[in-house]
């Protein structure tokens, strides 16, 4: 059983450009949870997401940032206009149900440059 | 959600058993004990969970006080890579809709 796959696993972006990170949950979960940690810093919360429903965003940036996760497919973690504080690894993790203890990729590092 | 408390860093001698102290002491009865871990530029690893018994996995153990307001995580036999950081979290669990909230969690370095 394949385990919470994100990609890509490194992604350099242009400070103003488009970042998009890619999450597949592990087979049977249809809950998501995206998780940011800055350099030395611990994991924060962003957003709870179940399948075409955004259940919790209450770690979201107000700003540029975004979070789906579409019937099909996997879900999409996107930063408009990327600034060099949005350098960080962003975490993905997901659960068969709501509450359930929840398993984690193996991250996403974000440069900005 | 109930907050913990946990020591920034602990040190172990290679082969002997590693301790991990939590204090949870606001935790509700129908909140659940997670234990996670954050080996360097990994994501978070789940160890075990409990809610008022005491649980054992091929990872580790996990001791929970009677009055449910602290728990001890144990590594029987700590090996090298063991060290990371370990996180103790407090859960409402299935069906709730909570969110895992880790705060600064424990440096574990085990020592050869």
Redesign the interface.
């Known amino acids: 059983n394949a385990g919470v796959m994100q990609n890509p696993r490194h992604l350099v972006r242009r400070r103003g450009q488009e970042a998009r990170l890619r999450c597949s949950p592990m087979k049977g979960h249809s809950h998501v949870y995206w998780y940011r940690q800055l350099p030395e810093e611990g994991l924060k919360f962003m957003v709870y997401l179940q399948k075409e429903n955004i259940i919790d965003e209450s770690g979201m940036p107000k700003e540029r940032f975004s979070a789906e996760f579409p019937k099909e497919g996997p879900s999409i973690l996107r930063i408009q206009q990327v600034v060099r504080g949005d350098s960080a690894a962003y975490f993905c993790a997901s659960s068969p149900l709501a509450g359930d203890t929840i398993y984690f990729g193996e991250g996403s590092w974000l440069t900005v440059v | 959600d109930a907050k913990t408390t946990q020591p920034p860093s602990m040190d172990c001698a290679e082969g002997r058993a590693a301790n991990l102290p939590c204090n949870h002491s606001t935790i509700s009865g129908n909140e659940y004990v ?1 234990w996670y871990r ?1 080996i360097h ?6 160890i075990i ?1 409990g809610l008022k018994n005491n649980e054992t996995n091929e990872m580790a153990s996990l001791i929970i006080t009677e009055d449910r307001k602290s728990s001890t995580l144990i590594l029987p036999h700590a090996t090298l890579r063991d060290t990371a950081v370990y ?1 103790c979290i407090v ?15 424990t440096s574990l370095t085990v020592i050869p």
């Not at chain 2, 530029?41 to 789940?46: K, T």
Request: avoid cysteine; proline fraction near 4%; charge should be neutral.
């Open positions: 997670y954050q530029s990994q994501g978070p690893q789940y969970h996180y859960s409402l669990g299935l069906n709730t809709g909570n969110q895992f909230y880790f705060g600064t969690g």
